[in-house]
């Protein structure tokens, strides 16, 4: 059985990333593929219940570290290890990358100890004990905090962390910035366009390197 493809989706809140994950499942379906869609933190039981706790509770940036690793942890054991070994295309609104834009970045907690986190967390698939899993490709969606604010403005109602002030928006962007800067598997998407012209970019960053 071929390993299935994992692709994560990333960007600030309001960025547009649920705004196209219907139309990249669909994609992908009619590519004869089977999808599983999931989201971070969540994505099983637990990690539903640690979500709600890590977007509704006042919490310390390790406390909220340790939280969404712990879900992830759950996540990658449960249900994304299990989908790309059946060979699915894994679709996932958020994973590490998050981690170190919003607490790291956003919240100036330590780089070192979130790399320690994600190598206990994702290191470990047989034959390869010290490879991370990764995912194969990671669009971005980049998009000024300021446009994103106004687009959330009167969306829904704003969580702990959409309730945060423009400020920590340019450092969590500046943290996805950061992060793509060392990693190939980033596709940066300019979010900052009509919805079709977005779509259209995610279709071309697909065909181009060769995943639909
Ligand atoms: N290209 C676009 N132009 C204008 N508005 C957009 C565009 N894409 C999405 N929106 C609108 O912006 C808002 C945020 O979009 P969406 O919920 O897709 O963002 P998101 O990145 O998934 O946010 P979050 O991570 O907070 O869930 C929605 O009201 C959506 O309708
Ligand atoms: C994975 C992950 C997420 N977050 C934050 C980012 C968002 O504000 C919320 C998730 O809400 P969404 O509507 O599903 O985008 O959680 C975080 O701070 N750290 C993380 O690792």
Redesign the pocket.
Known sequence: MTRGLFLTLE?I???????HIDALEALFRTRGRTVTRTREPGGTPLGETLRTLVLTQPMDALTESLLVFAARREHVLQVIEPALARGDVVLCDRFTDATFAYQGAGRGFDLDVLSSLEHWVQAGRAPEPDVLLQPALTLW?DLPPEIAAE??AG?RLPDKF?SQPVEFFRRVAQGYADRAAGAARFARID?N???EQ?WQQIEATLAARGFA
Do not use: H, I, N, T
């Not at 809140?13 to 705004?19: N, P």
């Open positions: 960007g809140d309001g960025a547009g990333k649920s705004s969606f687009r959330l969306a959409e979010a366009r009509p919805r977005v």
